[in-house]
């Protein structure tokens, strides 16, 4: 079984702090994503990464950088946290599987609540 | 434009009765993949299904099948003989061959099963 860990549950940091959402897949994929899922506003795309040290950014990257330095272990960081950091956030891996295309897997989700 | 459209924003059934989740979605490609997650109350997004575009045999898994109609371009998901531990948000997603491992998400439909 595909295996996405997200070290952190339920996270409340206080305004100006920087925080550390770590996730860590098992399954040697290549490819990672950090969402962002707010009420009424679904999944939206934080960054990813295709390979170690690479990342691209996603819809919405603003507030958020992120680190790659290995290639299960995928980091979102929040520089100076924010209350409209407040939400769920998700990572995620994905597998080329045949007959073509990528599956995309997720994690348990972390509830950051700033303060 | 919202490449994949969830329009049931939220659906109550009693238990035991069926469901359909609608999902239909929208692409240039001649190839893509379409998938199911499910999401409970915990917060993690299982896979449930995935579905290639060369690909219309209906699936069937126990008590969920899935209806994949290429001229309406949609995907649409039935859970037969409702459950409560069936009560969760689902989403509907694609991705396609020409932009690989991006991946577009409805803002998913809110199902509650009730006793």
């Known amino acids: 079984d595909v295996k996405v860990t997200q070290s952190s549950r339920y996270l409340v940091k206080r305004t100006g702090e920087k925080v550390f959402l770590e996730c860590v897949q098992d399954m040697d994929h290549e490819n990672m994503f950090w969402y962002r899922q707010d009420p009424g506003l679904g999944l939206r795309l934080i960054y990813f990464s295709y390979d170690v040290k690479m990342k691209e950014k996603g819809d919405i990257p603003e507030g958020y950088s992120v680190s790659r330095e290995k290639k299960e272990r995928f980091s979102l960081i929040l520089e100076s946290a924010s209350t409209n950091q407040t939400s769920m956030y998700l990572c995620?891996?994905?597998?080329?599987?045949?007959?073509?295309?990528?599956?995309?897997?997720f994690g348990e989700g972390s509830w950051l609540t700033v303060v | 434009a919202q490449k994949v459209t969830q329009a049931q924003t939220e659906i109550s059934v009693v238990e035991k009765e069926d469901v359909t989740l609608d999902c239909v979605y929208e692409?240039?490609?001649?190839?893509?993949?379409l998938f199911w997650y499910k999401q409970p109350p915990s917060g993690e997004l299982v896979f449930l299904i995935r579905r290639n575009s060369f690909d219309e045999q209906n699936e069937i898994s126990g008590r969920y099948s899935w209806n994949f109609q290429k001229s309406t371009s949609s995907f649409n998901f039935t859970i037969t003989a409702s459950q409560v531990v069936d009560s969760a948000v689902y989403f509907c997603a694609l991705s396609e061959a020409r932009t690989g491992n991006q991946f577009y998400f409805g803002t998913g439909t809110s199902l509650t099963v009730i006793p």
């Open positions: 692409t240039r490609d001649t190839t893509y993949y």
């Open positions: 995620a891996s994905s597998l080329w599987a045949a007959p073509g295309g990528y599956t995309i897997y």
